[in-house]
């Protein structure tokens, strides 16, 4: 690895506790022990998708990573999650090495628990006041994901967050994420100043990575165009907005939200669960495509680096593809002076 990249991973890494400061995208049913310790062996950071597991759910899956890697790994928590103050338990009874909070922003106290323990937290940073706000409170890491990732996704590109976050925070480090792929762009924005990105598209056609064959032949084949944001029907629906490939289950999503929306209008049901009504609608669709493997009518979630997808390959083997991408990259431009 060359000296300068060495020098730009430094904040990040030491931060992490890792050699290389990559983090793992939190993947509902795939970011699970096999992938999660396979990125934190490889030299990054995997970090579990909690998701809508229930606080015993989490702890086996916590004590499976540690059987399967010495090295630290994170959990992300989605604030959504009914019992969240449970899953908090679990990450501070087990003794997590990082929280990466998801789905909304973390209250002062839940930072708090964690900076008790000495344990770090993260959370996603959408503008400049909440990033500040967040810091405020005692946050000790900030990701900064843009509108072209996979998923769960903001309606801010990483390019423009990137300018807008970056140049303002100097106390904690920044973590960029969303269309992520290779080692040039991710050089680039440690040269601007930020100490890691966090990569998911390209981990889902890992080797290690448990999803189905159908799920990872549609990421190879696809392209960034054919990865869609979801359609909100209302704006009074907190819908979060989702990127995934197109397919039958990004109608059934406009019919589910139809259903949803009457049942608010009737007085049927809170704002609340509506929401989680949706998130169980994705988590569900989701598991029918990553776990069974079908494409038409589970849902696709993937981020535009789809396109950066050739074929299936071991973790480690795509750390050293993007450090060697950012190495010969340095080479170049060291030449061109």
Known sequence: ????????????????????????????????SNLVSAISNAGGLGV????????????????????????????NLILLHP???KLIDTCLKNKVDLVVFAGGFPKKRQIQKFTEMNIKCMCFATTLSIAKKMVDYGIKGLILEGNEAGGHIGPVSINVLVQE????????????AGGIGRG????????LGAAGCQIGTRFVCSKESIAHENFKNIFIKSEARNCQISVKLDNRFPVIPVRAIQNNASIKFIEEQKKVLRLLEEKKISLKDAQLKIEHFWAGSLKKAVVEGDIDNGSLMAGQSVSLVKKVQPVKDIFSEII??????????SKNL
Do not use: C, H
């Not at 991973?9 to 993947?27: H, Q």
């Not at 579990?48 to 059987?67: F, P, V």
């Not at 970056?166 to 973590?175: G, M, N, Q």
């Not at 040039?184 to 040269?191: G, R």
């Open 48 to 75: 579990i998708a909690a998701g809508s597991m229930n606080n015993n759910q989490l702890e086996k899956e916590i004590l499976k990573t540690r059987q399967k890697t010495k090295k630290p790994f994170g959990v």
């Open 184 to 191: 040039e762009i991710f050089l680039k924005y440690l040269e």
């Open 1 to 32: 690895m060359n000296k300068k990249l060495q020098k730009l991973f430094s904040r990040g890494s030491k931060f992490l506790g890792v050699d290389i400061p990559i983090m793992g995208g939190a993947m509902t049913w795939l970011s699970e």
């Open 165 to 176: 976050i970056l140049p303002e925070f100097s106390e904690v480090p920044i973590f960029v």
């Open 324 to 333: 060697m991408q950012a190495d010969e990259q340095i080479m170049i431009e």
């Open 83 to 85: 019992e969240i103050e």
